[in-house]
């Protein structure tokens, strides 16, 4: 079935560096999606890319959508701690369904 | 914006018994709703769709015997863990799609089977 593949698996970074977690499928997706769960809480989510090599941004949040369509990034220009947390990328299945990959956690030290 | 409701938050029960959860969609109506599980510092694995009126749709592995699930009406869907034992201690969330781009997800299900 269709699986998205995410790197790193962790990711600690000083406040104020940037951050990038990279999503990855061997087929070709509809669209993605990114959300954002903080310790103890539920996914929300962030934004949907739907054509190829897209771009969108939000804040110092920079999302993007391969030409291919089979990749997509998030990208956290100068993090600051209300940025902990984890980021998922995710996309639908052929039966509608949301497909979620594996996830970056992100922690800051202050 | 679209709010599911999920109750209840954490739920601690004992080996055998049964914990029913539920989802209500706010202000709007959910024809679908997912479920899903996550375990600790894991992403979130579907566990089945349940759809209003008829029957849900489980993933492969997921035994439907197991976890019951109803969608009554357009705005709750129920999640029945029956005969819990401590493996099945997880996060459940439910989710929606409220007709934007994105899905709304409930605020999760922390349960603890002892």
């Known amino acids: 079935g269709q699986q998205v593949m995410q790197i790193p698996q962790y990711q600690h970074v000083q406040e104020g560096e940037d951050f990038t977690t990279y999503c990855n499928s061997s087929t070709t997706l509809s669209n993605i999606q990114w959300y954002k769960q903080r310790p103890g809480g539920h996914p929300v989510f962030l934004i949907q890319?739907?054509?190829?090599?897209e771009v969108k941004k939000q804040k110092r949040l920079t999302f993007q959508f391969g030409e291919a369509k089979k990749n997509s990034s998030l990208h956290i220009t100068a993090t600051q701690t209300t940025d902990v947390g984890t980021y998922f990328c995710?996309?639908?299945?052929?039966?509608?369904?949301?497909?979620f990959g594996s996830g970056t956690r992100l922690s800051i030290r202050p | 914006g679209a709010v599911v409701s999920q109750h209840p938050s954490r739920v601690i029960c004992k080996s055998g018994t049964s914990v029913k959860i539920e989802c209500r969609s706010l202000d709007f109506q959910a024809t679908t709703m997912f479920w899903y599980r996550q375990f600790p510092k894991q992403s979130l694995m579907l566990m089945a769709t349940s759809n209003e009126g008829s029957k849900a749709t489980y993933e492969q592995g997921v035994e439907k015997d197991k976890f019951l699930i109803n969608h009554a009406s357009l705005t709750l869907s129920t999640l029945t863990v029956t005969s819990a034992h401590p493996e099945d201690s997880s996060f459940y969330i439910c989710s929606a799609r409220s007709g934007g781009d994105g899905y709304t997800f409930g605020s999760g299900t922390r349960l603890t089977v002892v």
């Open positions: 890319l739907v054509k190829s090599g």
């Open positions: 995710a996309s639908y299945s052929s039966a509608s369904k949301i497909i």
